[in-house]
């Protein structure tokens, strides 16, 4: 167990609505970290936030947003969703000083 | 090019050593892991490098490092059925954990 949480575990949505993916950070941990993992494009970067701000972007769509609460969990909106997004979407969080990345169990959507 | 690279699959006979190699991009890079996925499980943190080590032990895991040629191997003695997973070599390319890049990851069968 890693102490990073995700909620849920499995999401099954259909095309065109929106979602919202949980994280809790591992304690004392400021950062977090979104991934997308799908069988062709493997572990892709979406988003990196430190303790409130966005610090670092990958490869996100305009369609998904990410924010980091005062409480330092984190959550990730996809909208207008397609059924391209359908994936495994990690969390991830480091110590301040960042040495290395803890993953939750992550989140498995279905688009229908 | 930009991209972390490993051998997608490997298959080693139980009790065998395996060897999972891993080339990476950016000699800058301060430090170097290996994640195990363990199937519909998240990423586990195996064991990491820092960039001025060439060798770390960690019980049944051997980490290599051969900053010249930009290459990371992971050793597992005495290969064990559970080891079986997908095994993600990855980098972080600056100081404050971010960034991190990782490999298309390799799938390890180990056969009895």
């Known amino acids: 167990d890693s102490g990073v949480t995700q909620t849920p575990k499995h999401l099954i949505t259909a095309t065109g609505q929106r979602v919202t993916l949980r994280c809790s950070p591992r304690s004392g941990d400021l950062s977090v970290y979104w991934y997308q993992q799908s069988l062709d494009q493997g572990l892709q970067f979406l988003i990196q936030y430190y303790n409130g701000e966005e610090r670092a972007k990958g490869n996100i769509l305009e369609r998904f947003s990410a924010q980091q609460f005062p409480d330092l969990h984190s959550e990730l909106n996809l909208s207008s969703l397609e059924l391209g997004d359908s994936a495994l979407y990690f969390c991830a969080s480091s110590p301040p000083w960042g040495d290395t990345q803890y993953f939750g169990p992550g989140t498995r959507l279905t688009v229908l | 090019g930009e991209d972390v690279e490993q051998s997608l699959f490997l298959s080693v006979r139980e009790g065998d050593s395996s060897v999972i190699n891993c080339t990476y991009t950016?000699?800058?890079?301060?430090?170097l892991y290996w994640y195990k996925q363990e199937p519909g499980a998240g990423l586990q943190l195996l064991t990491y490098?820092?960039?001025?080590?060439d060798m770390k032990q960690d019980q049944r895991l051997t980490v290599l490092l051969n900053k010249k040629d930009k290459h990371l191997s992971l050793r597992i003695a005495d290969t064990q059925t559970g080891d079986s997973a997908i095994y993600f070599c990855?980098?972080?390319?600056?100081?404050?954990?971010?960034?991190?890049?990782f490999g298309p990851g390799t799938r390890l069968s180990v056969l009895p």
């Open positions: 990855a980098e972080a390319r600056d100081n404050y954990g971010q960034n991190f890049v």
């Open positions: 490098i820092f960039s001025n080590m």
């Open positions: 950016d000699s800058s890079s301060t430090y």
